[in-house]
């Protein structure tokens, strides 16, 4: 094995080096705190640190690479369906036709949600965002559902957790819209695909006939493939380490969903839309928001662009900006907000800043062009991506307990007071 060498005062070293399937390269110091006496390493924002091996997702962020289990996005999103990737992602194989048959038999006999949900949700107040809701109302399974909790939990008991996740988390995402628009819920169709009545409970009404637009479910069925996991970010290291500490699955999920609301990762996703309606509101000068996201004394940044990995084209926004083109055209949708986005995505990429830094759009770039154009309200924008997450998070989940990996504890470096003595209240000074 390859090794690095260390020298810190007159003790030398030697570091291991390991290599990874694709030939990234890790120097492995497990065991660099026991051998130096006490140091360790320090990387805020863990831009240069491998939290585990993986064997999920392959992500080469120069080159514009994305693969699960081995296939290539592309071919995943031409060629297969949401269903068929959560398998393959949480199973490490696509599936036989059985297989499949028998995974999409038990997803669709448990979508129903138990309506004490509804309780919940009727006390949210009006304005409630819908990812505060899901992260709730997923971690609230766990009180249904109270085996979970068995940190012993046999691997049938771990497979109905993954199931019921997976079949009613669509369940949940509609009844939370429709409690916001002050619609009744509407109930799981059973014969119906996972897009097709996904879309039917988000959109439809009971009084009347809900057709699915094939084009539409088609897009969203893309949609949550390219959406479907994504190695180490910030959600699925959140995921690894809540559920390093042996929590319910629900309970891992649910921080997952609440690390991916942030606007730097999947909220992005909303306020990408919102920028771009400012923008419009603004008068469309595009230049004065380049420039505000370009000044460091201002805390703009331009949405949907940059990435902790990619530095070039994220290969889910080439996809992503076809299946739109397709949409608006099939929806007849001449959207200016679409406009704006190409004459933006065109002028940063001439701007010696962006081109300077390797900011390119990402994936949240134009995903909210479609969820816009089919009719989702700008607030579920993050809450689709999760769903789409969701089999990820599961497989990285998975993962991570199979290899019996231990709890996640980052050590720090202490730059606080020293030791000083308690002063009583009456002699304190302010400093
Ligand atoms: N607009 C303006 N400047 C930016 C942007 C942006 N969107 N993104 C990065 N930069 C600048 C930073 O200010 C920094 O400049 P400096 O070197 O002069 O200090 C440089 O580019 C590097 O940026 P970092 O913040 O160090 O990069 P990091 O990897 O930590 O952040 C992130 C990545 C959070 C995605 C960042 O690019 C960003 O905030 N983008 C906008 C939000 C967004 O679109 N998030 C979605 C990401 S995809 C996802 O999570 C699903």
């Not at 290291?237 to 690390?259: D, F, K, M, N």
């Not at 008068?283 to 420039?291: E, I, S, V």
């Not at 089919?374 to 990820?392: D, N, Q, S, Y």
């Amino acid at each position: 094995m390859a090794t690095a060498k260390l020298k810190i005062g007159r003790n030398e070293l030697e570091i291991p080096i390991i290599k990874g399937t694709e030939n990234e390269k890790a120097l492995d110091i497990s065991k660099l705190r026991a051998s130096s006496g006490g140091i360790v390493t320090l990387d805020t924002g863990y831009k240069n640190t491998g939290a585990t091996t993986s064997a999920i997702t392959f992500l080469n962020g120069e080159e514009g690479i994305l693969r699960y289990r081995g296939y290539p996005i592309e071919q995943l999103a031409e060629k297969s369906n949401f269903l068929e990737v959560a398998y393959l992602l949480i199973n490490g194989e696509l599936p036989t036709k059985k297989e499949f048959k028998d995974f999409e038999h038990e997803i669709t006999t448990h979508t129903l949600v138990h309506e004490d949900i509804k309780k919940f949700l009727d006390a949210y107040p009006e304005r409630t965002h819908p990812m505060g809701q899901l992260c709730a109302m997923i971690c609230s399974l766990s009180a249904f559902y109270p085996e979970s909790l068995n940190p012993y939990r046999s691997d049938e008991e771990i497979n109905n957790t993954v199931i019921r996740l997976i079949a009613k988390m669509p369940t949940l995402v509609s009844w939370i819209h429709k409690r916001a628009k002050g619609h009744p819920a509407m109930y799981p169709d059973n014969s119906l695909g996972y897009c097709e009545n996904f879309l039917k409970m988000f959109f439809g009404l009971p009084t009347e006939e809900y057709e699915v637009d094939p084009v539409i479910a088609n897009a969203i069925d893309k949609l949550l493939i390219l959406h479907a996991d994504h190695e180490q970010n910030c959600s699925t290291s959140t995921v690894r380490i809540v559920g390093s500490s042996h929590a319910t699955l629900y309970a891992a999920i649910s921080a997952g969903i609440s690390a991916l609301w942030g606007p730097r990762h999947g909220g992005a996703n909303q306020s990408v839309i919102e920028m771009l309606q400012n923008i419009q509101n603004d008068g469309g000068n595009l230049q004065k928001w380049l420039d505000k996201a370009k000044d460091k004394s201002d805390p703009f940044r331009l949405m949907g662009f940059g990435h902790r990995v990619y530095k070039n084209f994220d290969p889910r926004a080439k996809i992503i900006k076809k299946a739109s083109d397709e949409v608006l055209k099939k929806l007849k949708i001449d959207d200016p907000l679409l406009n704006i986005a190409k004459r933006m995505e065109e002028a940063a990429l001439k701007d010696e800043y962006f081109v300077k830094r390797k900011l390119y759009p990402n994936v949240d770039f134009y995903s909210g062009i479609i969820y816009k154009a089919i009719g989702f309200p700008t607030e579920m924008f993050t809450v689709l991506f999760a769903l789409g997450r969701l089999p990820g998070w599961i497989a990285q989940w998975k993962e991570m307990m199979k290899d019996q990996q231990p709890i996640g504890r980052p050590r720090q470096i202490y730059i606080g007071e020293n030791e000083r003595k308690y002063t009583a209240i009456s002699r304190r000074k302010k400093k």
